[in-house]
């Protein structure tokens, strides 16, 4: 207001000294006594005579008053614009007016940080509680703390966990299913994945203790043990184990010594070797994050994630190197791996160039694998075999621990069925995995178990029991087909004769007692359904 008052001012002090000036050189222009009227017609004359002849004294004057005005009226407006468009945030705008502004943008931002930490919260209490009923419903295990996120993967959730058998602290991850899961997740299937993941015991594999699938909430969860060196990753970037992700590897890390580097190549090597022997799948899921540290040894897990379908980080990345050559990926994925710990930092690129492996001297030998791996001529790449064998990992490394380790027991069909669905990549009929199920009386009862499921309100896990995934009907086996299964077990088929009775005792589906798909169908026409009457027992006996 005292701004205005001021601007308004001004301008009526120009105008007045202008009209004064104005005044002063024209002189007087009225006259009390004749010869003062003969003065002031004289005056007149001259001033009519001096604006003839001096116009442009008068344009100039004119034009200079407008000016002062047009000034006047441009700084008036500017003292009052109204700010558009944007807020003042940093203090820009003086005065109350942007005191006021600041206030209201702070309270929006800290209203929109508390609703995403109130969220945020929401999700990781509901988490919680479905990992506290579960670890009741199973048992032999007890909560010990909810991590932070520990990893990059968005949306799983780790705890720590004890054993009370052997008061051992444990690590618990639970994540949601993924789209690209190649398996009928039944109850038959997650055993046989973890019968599967049992078998695979070698020196450098983190062992799986616990696998599983929570019907209601779709979630996988797994128990591993907890080695609290943490990964290779904390060790060259040198953080704890347990600290946020994103907080860890902010900085450049420091190489690892050579000792160490052929020691955990190695290592990594022998294991990804006893994967491809089982039948796994390339294991897309191999970075320094996902090889843990166990002494002078180390121990490689992620192999699970590739069986449920879940996507690796490093995939996107890599693929551009290798195309369609699927064999080659694992060996990227290593030299990936082994960049890192000869750099101290991760690679960037697809494959390493010269001015990459420049940056990576801290061996003159891993150096040159580096170049085995990536600067070939011909375009291709060495095999897991091949860099196994190469003088870096060759000579000076202990493998005193494989020693330990027997022939692993042998896979059965239903394994090598999961397999090689893990492999195609495509979704699972819930039969391929159960694998045969024994006499007709068997299948009898498991018919009659699955109908009388099918009559409860069932959730989104007996969905999943009962029937197969969407687009896995299609490749539902007839008989004859899942008779070939089995067939490539270990032990030899049974006679021709044996499996005539069983087919025929089997019994078809009387019309009267619809499967859930014909119950359903019914329902979509019109029908109704009958009257039960129920037998409550629930009343207490007096």
């Known amino acids: 207001m005292l701004s205005s008052v001021r601007s308004w001012a001004l301008l009526c002090a120009t105008v007045q000294l202008v009209l004064l000036a104005g005044y002063v050189a024209a002189g007087p222009l009225s006259a009390d006594?004749?010869?003062?009227?003969?003065?002031?017609?004289d005056s007149l004359d001259n001033v009519a005579k001096y604006i003839r002849e001096h116009v442009w004294v008068i344009v100039l004057g004119a034009m200079g008053i407008a000016l002062l005005i047009c000034a006047a009226i441009a700084f008036i407006c500017y003292r009052w614009r109204?700010?558009?468009?944007?807020?003042?945030?940093?203090?820009?705008?003086?005065?109350?007016?942007?005191?006021e502004l600041s206030q209201s943008t702070e309270a929006v931002g800290a209203t929109l940080q508390k609703q995403r930490t109130s969220a945020r919260e929401v999700e990781e209490e509901s988490a919680l509680l479905n990992c506290q009923f579960y670890l009741r419903a199973i048992g032999g295990y007890t909560m010990k703390e909810?991590?932070?996120?520990?990893?990059?993967?968005?949306?799983?959730?780790?705890?720590?966990?004890?054993d009370q058998r052997s008061g051992q602290d444990l690590i618990m991850a639970m994540l949601g299913r993924s789209s690209l899961c190649p398996l009928t997740l039944t109850k038959a299937s997650v055993k046989t994945v973890q019968e599967l993941v049992s078998t695979m015991r070698h020196a450098y594999l983190l062992p799986l203790l616990h696998v599983d699938h929570l019907d209601e909430q779709d979630l996988i969860t797994y128990i591993h043990p907890y080695l609290p060196k943490g990964s290779v990753k904390d060790h060259?970037?040198?953080?704890?184990?347990?600290d946020v992700t994103h907080q860890k590897y902010q900085y450049r890390g420091r190489p690892l010594n050579e000792g160490l580097i052929r020691?955990?190549?190695?290592?990594?090597?022998?294991?990804?070797?006893?994967?491809?022997?089982?039948?796994?799948?390339?294991?897309?899921?191999l970075h320094s994050g996902n090889v843990f540290v166990d002494g002078r040894s180390c121990r490689l897990t992620g192999y699970e994630l590739t069986v449920f379908g879940f996507p690796s980080r490093m995939y996107p990345l890599v693929r551009r190197a290798v195309k369609d050559d699927m064999d080659a990926l694992e060996v990227v994925l290593f030299g990936h791996f082994l960049y890192e710990m000869l750099a101290g930092q991760e690679l960037n690129v697809p494959k390493a160039e010269q001015q990459h492996i420049a940056n990576a001297q801290s061996s003159k030998l891993g150096a040159q694998v580096l170049r085995e791996i990536f600067l070939r001529t011909d375009d291709t790449y060495p095999t897991l075999s091949e860099l196994r064998d190469g003088v870096f990992f060759s000579g000076g490394v202990d493998l005193s621990e494989m020693e330990r380790y027997n022939s692993p027991p042998a896979l059965t069909s239903q394994m090598k069925s999961v397999l090689k669905l893990v492999r195609k990549g495509k979704v699972a009929p819930a039969a391929a995995i159960s694998g045969p199920t024994g006499t007709a009386k068997t299948r009898k009862r498991h018919s009659s178990a699955s109908t009388h499921k099918s009559s409860r309100p069932s959730s989104r896990g007996n969905t999943n029991s009962t029937s197969?995934?969407?687009g896995a009907s299609s490749r539902s086996p007839t008989p004859a087909a899942s008779s070939k299964t089995p067939s490539a077990a270990a032990p030899p088929p049974p006679p021709p004769p044996a499996p005539a009775p069983s087919a025929?005792?089997?019994?078809?589906?009387?019309?009267?007692?619809?499967?859930?798909?014909?119950?359903?169908?019914?329902?979509?026409k019109g029908a109704r359904l009958k009257k039960t009457k129920t037998n409550d027992r629930s009343v207490p006996r007096v």
């Not at 109204?82 to 005191?99: C, E, K, N, Q, T």
């Not at 060259?236 to 347990?242: A, E, F, G, T, V």
């Open 33 to 41: 006594s004749p010869a003062d009227e003969a003065d002031y017609g």
């Open 82 to 99: 109204a700010p558009r468009g944007y807020l003042a945030i940093d203090g820009s705008v003086s005065g109350s007016r942007g005191f």
């Open 146 to 162: 909810q991590l932070r996120q520990v990893g990059t993967r968005a949306g799983k959730r780790w705890y720590m966990v004890t």
């Open 236 to 242: 060259i970037y040198n953080c704890k184990p347990l």
């Open 263 to 285: 020691n955990f190549g190695r290592q990594v090597l022998e294991a990804l070797i006893f994967l491809r022997s089982r039948g796994f799948p390339p294991c897309l899921h």
């Open 468 to 470: 197969p995934m969407p």
């Open 504 to 524: 025929s005792a089997a019994p078809p589906r009387p019309p009267s007692a619809p499967g859930r798909g014909g119950l359903l169908g019914q329902i979509h």
